[in-house]
């Protein structure tokens, strides 16, 4: 991320996604705001707060992926959440702080990963140390007074060694003692089970007595099983828990959908559960709070919050003006034309015409897109949003699919193993998919 200046990120985006300048202009910089950050004096950097972002526009145009592609790119801890999943604290559902622990979780994974291949060497040596211990149970056995059986017990080793790291022996069957995970155990309570998992679920796995079951496995299974529990005890657990904390608290994105779903008036009627109290209850989270999770105090002050939503009924000024205040940088995704949708299907590194050439090529089965084919799909997409519910780009998936059913069907057993998609093919399969699809509104009142 310290060598990407924005103009290289939005490069990177526009390997996916198309169109939505503004949109990525905007993830661009606050990404570029974290690295200079880092790079300020300790005593100023604990003041300069991450600028959140909020995406408006309808679904299907590139919200999500934008924020999910920017947190692959720089290798950050992302979490996805609905804003609508949430509700105020005191009600049955997920508490709002709930999103901190998820993010945690996501970021010591992260970690973990990373603590492997530091290690995977020396698991790698101890694994096969280990194999040899179970294909030659008496040549770990050593008597200092017999050095002849020694030398030849050590020789026995190394021919074995030899022949397992060539590969000779995968199918050889040995007896490994595999440790049976405890199913987890939850707990449920009127003040949410968030709060009450933190401690208790770390307890309960170290009361709960340990099942050992021997299995005969072949090398090449008890070979993974092995690296697994080599690999588990190299990592120093105390290093993950203090990267992951840091690397949450100062690159974590939480993308929050559907914010315009908790917008809105208080209600008038009874307890507002689902709109102002989870305004209320995220906005300390937004501003900067202290999380108490299974790893520890998480604080939010610097992590980046990327809310999105439609607001067909609503606008972002129904908010309330503490939220609206947590989100300065307000950009608008713009609706998918003919045109971007016949982009969509060529440019992306895996446009969906690439992934449907690359699935039925596995089956023999040669799928070639012609130019007049593509414009056709591109226009139907186009005109079915125009006529029904604009669903954006996720309408392509409905009309591939229709479109190929056929071959995908018969793909296996189809003697003519080269299929041509021009603008004949589909405008036979798709117009009457089309028509039906406008008479219904029609039927509905829905056009005139």
């Given at each position: 991320?310290?060598?990407?200046?924005?103009?290289?990120i939005?490069?990177?985006l526009d390997?996916?996604?198309?169109?939505?300048?503004?949109?990525?202009r905007a993830?661009?910089?606050?990404i570029?705001?974290?690295w200079?950050?880092q790079q300020?004096?300790p005593d100023l950097r604990?003041?300069?707060?991450?600028?959140n972002?909020?995406?408006i526009?309808?679904?299907g145009?590139g919200?999500?992926?934008i924020a999910?592609r920017l947190?692959q790119?720089?290798?950050?801890?992302?979490?996805?959440?609905?804003a609508t999943?949430y509700?105020?604290?005191?009600?049955?559902?997920?508490d709002v702080e709930?999103?901190?622990?998820?993010l945690?979780?996501?970021g010591i994974s992260?970690?973990k990963?990373?603590?492997?291949?530091l290690?995977?060497?020396?698991?790698?040596?101890?694994?096969?140390e280990?194999l040899?211990?179970?294909?030659?149970?008496?040549?770990?056995?050593?008597?200092?007074?017999d050095?002849?059986?020694?030398?030849?017990?050590?020789?026995?080793r190394?021919k074995m060694k030899a022949?397992?790291?060539?590969?000779?022996?995968?199918?050889?069957?040995v007896e490994l003692?595999?440790e049976?995970k405890?199913v987890?155990?939850?707990?449920?309570?009127?003040?949410g089970?968030?709060?009450?998992d933190?401690?208790f679920?770390s307890?309960f796995?170290?009361?709960?007595?340990?099942?050992?079951?021997?299995?005969?496995l072949?090398?090449?299974?008890?070979?993974?099983?092995?690296?697994?529990?080599?690999?588990?005890g190299?990592?120093?657990?105390q290093?993950?828990t203090?990267?992951?904390i840091d690397?949450?608290?100062?690159q974590?994105?939480?993308?929050?959908d559907?914010?315009d779903?908790?917008c809105?008036?208080?209600s008038?009627?009874g307890?507002?559960v689902?709109?102002q109290g989870?305004q209320?209850?995220?906005?300390?989270v937004?501003e900067g709070?202290?999380?108490?999770?299974?790893y520890?105090?998480?604080?939010?002050?610097?992590i980046?919050?990327?809310a999105a939503g439609?607001f067909h009924t609503?606008?972002?000024?129904d908010l309330m003006?503490?939220?609206?205040?947590?989100?300065?940088i307000r950009?608008?995704l713009?609706?998918l034309?003919r045109?971007?949708?016949?982009?969509?299907?060529t440019?992306?590194?895996?446009?969906l015409?690439k992934q449907y050439?690359?699935?039925?090529?596995?089956?023999?089965?040669?799928?070639e897109?012609t130019?007049d084919?593509?414009?056709?799909m591109?226009l139907?997409?186009?005109?079915?949003?125009?006529?029904t519910?604009?669903i954006?780009?996720r309408?392509?998936h409905t009309?591939?699919e229709?479109?190929l059913?056929?071959?995908?069907?018969?793909?296996p057993?189809?003697?003519?193993?080269?299929?041509?998609i021009?603008?004949?093919?589909?405008?036979?399969r798709?117009?009457?998919f089309?028509?039906?699809?406008?008479?219904s509104?029609r039927?509905?009142?829905?056009?005139?």
């Amino acid at each position: 991320m310290a060598e990407m200046t924005p103009r290289q990120i939005v490069q990177e985006l526009d390997r996916y996604i198309v169109g939505q300048a503004a949109a990525k202009r905007a993830v661009a910089i606050a990404i570029r705001n974290r690295w200079r950050r880092q790079q300020l004096p300790p005593d100023l950097r604990k003041d300069v707060t991450p600028k959140n972002i909020i995406m408006i526009g309808p679904t299907g145009v590139g919200k999500t992926e934008i924020a999910r592609r920017l947190a692959q790119l720089v290798g950050a801890p992302f979490l996805k959440i609905e804003a609508t999943k949430y509700t105020e604290v005191g009600y049955h559902g997920r508490d709002v702080e709930s999103m901190i622990r998820d993010l945690t979780e996501i970021g010591i994974s992260l970690v973990k990963q990373e603590q492997r291949k530091l290690v995977e060497t020396q698991a790698k040596e101890r694994v096969n140390e280990r194999l040899l211990d179970l294909l030659l149970p008496h040549s770990t056995t050593w008597d200092p007074e017999d050095r002849t059986e020694n030398e030849r017990n050590q020789r026995t080793r190394e021919k074995m060694k030899a022949r397992l790291e060539a590969g000779d022996l995968e199918d050889r069957l040995v007896e490994l003692n595999v440790e049976q995970k405890a199913v987890p155990v939850q707990i449920f309570s009127n003040l949410g089970m968030e709060q009450m998992d933190v401690d208790f679920q770390s307890m309960f796995e170290r009361i709960m007595p340990k099942q050992n079951q021997q299995r005969q496995l072949p090398i090449r299974e008890a070979r993974r099983i092995l690296l697994d529990q080599e690999t588990e005890g190299l990592i120093d657990k105390q290093v993950v828990t203090e990267k992951a904390i840091d690397l949450v608290e100062n690159q974590g994105i939480i993308f929050v959908d559907e914010l315009d779903k908790i917008c809105g008036p208080q209600s008038t009627h009874g307890p507002d559960v689902s709109r102002q109290g989870v305004q209320r209850d995220l906005l300390p989270v937004v501003e900067g709070t202290t999380v108490n999770t299974r790893y520890g105090p998480v604080r939010s002050d610097h992590i980046l919050f990327i809310a999105a939503g439609a607001f067909h009924t609503s606008e972002p000024s129904d908010l309330m003006p503490e939220l609206q205040g947590r989100f300065p940088i307000r950009v608008e995704l713009t609706d998918l034309n003919r045109e971007d949708f016949l982009r969509i299907l060529t440019e992306p590194k895996h446009a969906l015409t690439k992934q449907y050439a690359e699935l039925l090529k596995t089956e023999g089965v040669t799928l070639e897109f012609t130019q007049d084919g593509i414009e056709a799909m591109a226009l139907i997409a186009f005109e079915v949003n125009s006529v029904t519910q604009n669903i954006g780009a996720r309408r392509l998936h409905t009309i591939m699919e229709r479109l190929l059913e056929e071959v995908n069907y018969e793909g296996p057993d189809r003697e003519d193993k080269h299929v041509v998609i021009n603008g004949d093919y589909v405008h036979e399969r798709l117009d009457p998919f089309v028509k039906k699809e406008g008479e219904s509104r029609r039927r509905m009142g829905f056009m005139v």
